[in-house]
């Protein structure tokens, strides 16, 4: 009974969600074998109680075939994340595993927002989550995280570098912690891209599973820069139901075309109000979101309310991600979460001409 044939019976089986087995994958996260008692430690997808169940009950029969004097003591699974495979994402952020624009095509759609608890529900689901504030000119990220504090400075060989600050397990840097909070930053379009440069490369992320970008409204400077400046994994494109917000969310899905950065998925915020009673009121029209997603064939992330404890929590430096406030809204932004790790997955293997991992255990 060794370690190396426990890897070899692993690489023939495959991850119910990905279709692909977990030594490819670099899902085997830890093998504990003492005498005939073995722990797995494994990734999957999508953390449910079906998943998980069709997945150890295949592994399970296929030791009880191949070791049939072995004991699986005990199967743990966390949450497993593939990596976007690119030699110059690897090369300016070799940490990062995967890099996510949260944009929108106007302002006012509640971007930021969406962004700060897709990266806390992330967090929520076991990933290491970093978030950048792209949006130079006007940083909301402080805010919505409840940090007035500057970020730390430390030395990397004989380079100085900033240490991003950290809340509800999401690492964040913004321009809005170098500056004071009344302070309005006037800077012409190349001193704000300087400035995410920096962001990307002179701060000390460490390991990432995900680095969202918050990125500011429209299709400028900014989001060049990013693009040229590193691979993004994809692009997340946020709207409203209404008309008006959707043209303009469609002109940001053509930019990152154009830029070779897939969309993987539409968010519509503000969807509809939720009255006492249960019924729904759609304020600013219905099914937008869903046309969009259909339209480009991308996935339909979720459907956000119009709720005044999102607002809340935003004001606050309380997201509603990080759960306590309403659990109906905590599960809405956890499941976007989980599309979100599931999709990127798929995507990451369908992209990937080798996907072949170093295993470490």
Not at 113 to 137: C, M
Request: glycine letters at 10%.
């Amino acid at each position: 009974m060794s370690q190396e044939k426990i890897i070899e019976i692993l690489s023939n089986i495959n991850e119910p969600v990905l279709n692909t087995d977990y030594v490819t994958l670099d899902f085997v996260k830890g093998i504990s074998l003492n005498g005939k008692n073995l722990t797995l430690t494994l990734g999957i997808s999508e953390i449910n109680d079906e998943i998980i169940s069709q997945a150890s009950d295949e592994i399970k029969k296929e030791f009880s075939k191949l070791m049939p004097d072995l004991n699986i003591k005990e199967l743990k699974f966390v949450i497993g994340v593939t990596e976007h495979k690119d030699e110059k994402k690897n090369s300016v952020m070799p940490g990062i595993k995967n890099t996510i624009a949260v944009a929108s095509g106007k302002g006012g759609v509640g971007k930021s927002t969406i962004a700060v608890n897709l990266a806390v529900a992330l967090a929520k689901e076991g990933a290491k989550v970093g978030l950048i504030d792209a949006d130079i000119y006007g940083p909301s990220i402080p805010l919505m995280f409840g940090i007035n504090k500057k970020p730390g400075v430390t030395k990397v060989g004989e380079k100085s570098m900033l240490v991003p600050l950290e809340r509800y397990g999401v690492k964040v840097m913004s321009i809005g912690f170098l500056i004071e909070e009344k302070s309005a930053v006037v800077w012409r379009g190349p001193m704000a891209s300087s400035a995410l440069k920096q962001f990307i490369g002179d701060v000390v992320w460490d390991d990432l599973d995900y680095l969202l970008f918050d990125m500011p409204p429209g299709t400028g400077d900014i989001q060049l820069t990013l693009s040229q400046t590193i691979p993004l994994t994809c692009a997340i494109i946020v709207t409203t139901p209404q008309d008006i917000s959707l043209a303009d969310a469609r002109k940001g899905y053509v930019m990152f075309e154009r830029v070779n950065v897939p969309t993987m998925g539409i968010i519509e915020n503000m969807s509809y109000y939720k009255n006492p009673d249960g019924s729904r009121e759609y304020i600013f029209g219905k099914g937008g979101g869903k046309k969009m997603s259909e339209e480009f064939n991308v996935k339909l992330l979720g459907e956000i309310p119009l709720n005044m404890k999102i607002r809340e929590g935003g004001d606050s430096g309380s997201p509603v991600a990080d759960g306590g406030q309403d659990t109906e809204l905590t599960e809405i932004f956890r499941k976007m979460a989980k599309d979100t790790i599931r999709e990127i997955n798929l995507m990451n293997i369908k992209s990937s001409a080798d996907p072949g991992l170093v295993i470490e255990i």
